[in-house]
């Protein structure tokens, strides 16, 4: 069932309902309206023949003649009568054969008053005495026919009126339902249209402000961001592509050159030597692709534990110093605190250690090698502040954002060996870990790159 259909259906439950409770309502009250009213003028009718009893029997006249007692309004089937204390007819003004229960007489001599109702037929009795004492009991009994007449015309039209406005509710319904879901069709119909093609399509959003309004919106944010993460891995993509098939051309035109004619033992481990550095070339962006890959789009499976941070650039500064061995570095730590889980924070060692080693191998790649790379921590009880430190040519303002972007390259350090891919993932690694990456660069001076994690952080 559709929301349309749905709300149609609800809609129209609910004003049945009351309707139908409305209706009911209005035919019972009207129903006891006019027997209460008919029980009124029965009760005035028995009234105005007593009071003719009594003046006729206080004047000491003959008993008059009940074809001479006449009304502006006479009743269908109307009897009138006065009983003796003997149960016997001393008044009688009949329009058909009528003989009151004898139960019915008793009860009006004990309560003064009984009216009651059999079938169509309203009787009112009342009990009253004259001058001497002698108690009577009137009776006026007559069916509504006018009043019956009235009630089931009121519960004919409360029906018709009842049927026509349900059929009449929900096509509203449906109407209204139709008109109110005409944006959720065109945003179903723009949605479907929208694929890997053609990803910058966008809804119409309009002019309003209400929840449809901001559906879109939602909508529309939610298409920006898959725009811009498809447009990203086709970046990604076609850049690894690139990056990836220039040392695997370096490596086919080298073998293909060593094969062409015999060389010596010396040019043999020369070319192997030359493939196996590209080959690491290979590996290194490899590797960096797949962490900058795990840590942007699979961050739910990245396990955070309690690392010794301190411990952690120790190993990456011995692995530095393996790769590079002819590099000086200067540690300071600024903290004389010492609590032993100062060093301590939060965080995915793996992830943690490539993104430090990529600061300092850019500071060994882009300083020179007489000049030293200074490592600074400063811990507390808050975060954990690295700075690394080189005497390199430095970073032009300009291009301080740019350079985190994976597979940005200044041009003036294109001919240095690199792909782009280091500091986006450093970045992206700090990011995650709800960190702040700080690069301060003076050109031709050198950088200060900072990292700084807060000592809880995680996912």
């Known amino acids: 069932m559709n929301i349309k259909t749905k709300i149609s259906l609800q809609f129209t439950g609910l004003v049945t309902l009351l309707l139908a409770t409305f209706s009911i309502y209005v035919y019972l009250f009207s129903s006891e309206f006019r027997e209460e009213d008919y029980y009124r003028r029965l009760d005035a009718r028995a009234r105005s023949i007593v009071k003719v009893f009594l003046v006729s029997d206080s004047s000491q006249n003959l008993l008059i003649k009940p074809t001479r007692l006449n009304f502006l309004n006479t009743f269908t089937e109307e009897v009138l009568r006065i009983y003796n204390s003997n149960n016997e007819s001393v008044f009688i003004k009949d329009s058909i054969k009528f003989k009151a229960d004898i139960s019915f007489i008793d009860k009006v001599r004990q309560s003064g008053k009984y009216e009651v109702h059999n079938g169509l037929r309203q009787t009112v009795g009342i009990y009253f005495t004259d001058e001497t004492g002698t108690p009577f009991v009137a009776v006026a009994s007559a069916i509504d026919v006018y009043g019956y007449k ?3 015309h009121l519960k ?110 010396q040019e043999y481990i020369k070319t192997l030597t030359s493939t196996l550095d ?17 840590a942007t789009y699979e961050t739910s499976k990245i396990p955070f534990r309690t690392i010794p941070f301190d411990e952690l650039i120790y190993d990456v500064t011995k692995s530095f110093k393996d790769r590079y061995p002819e590099r000086k570095i200067e540690f300071k730590i600024s903290s004389h605190n010492e609590e032993d889980d100062l060093f301590n924070i939060n965080g995915n060692a793996e992830l943690l250690s490539k993104a430090c080693m990529n600061v300092l191998d850019n500071a060994a790649k882009y300083s020179p090698v007489d000049q030293p790379v200074t490592i600074e921590m400063n811990p ?40 782009g891919v280091g500091l986006a993932l450093v970045n992206t690694v700090v990011k995650l870990h709800k960190g702040k990456l700080i690069i301060k660069s003076i050109p031709k001076r050198g950088s200060v790159v900072t990292i700084s994690l807060p000592r809880n952080g995680e996912i």
């Open 156 to 265: 004919q039209v409360l029906l018709f009126g009842f049927c026509f406005s349900v059929i009449s509710v929900f096509g509203l319904g449906w109407f209204f339902a139709s008109q109110a879901l005409k944006p959720v069709i065109k945003i179903t119909n723009t949605a479907e249209n929208i694929s890997g093609e053609n990803i910058n399509l966008r809804i119409q959003e309009g002019k309003s402000h209400d929840e449809l309004a901001r559906l879109t919106k939602t909508i529309n944010k939610l298409l920006d961001r898959l725009e811009y993460s498809i447009e990203n891995h086709k970046s990604f993509v076609a850049n690894a592509s690139h990056e990836m098939k220039t040392p695997l051309a370096v490596i086919k035109s080298e073998l293909q050159v060593c094969l062409m004619n015999s060389r010596t033992e």
């Open 380 to 419: 507390d009880r808050e975060s954990m502040k690295l700075s690394i430190i080189d005497s390199g040519m430095g970073i032009e303002e300009d291009e301080i954002t740019k350079i985190l972007e994976p597979f940005y390259r200044s041009a003036k350090t294109r001919y240095i060996p690199g792909h």
């Open 278 to 294: 590209e080959i690491n070339n290979i590996t290194r962006l490899i590797t960096n692709l797949l962490l900058l890959s795990q």
């Open 150 to 152: 009235k009630i089931t």
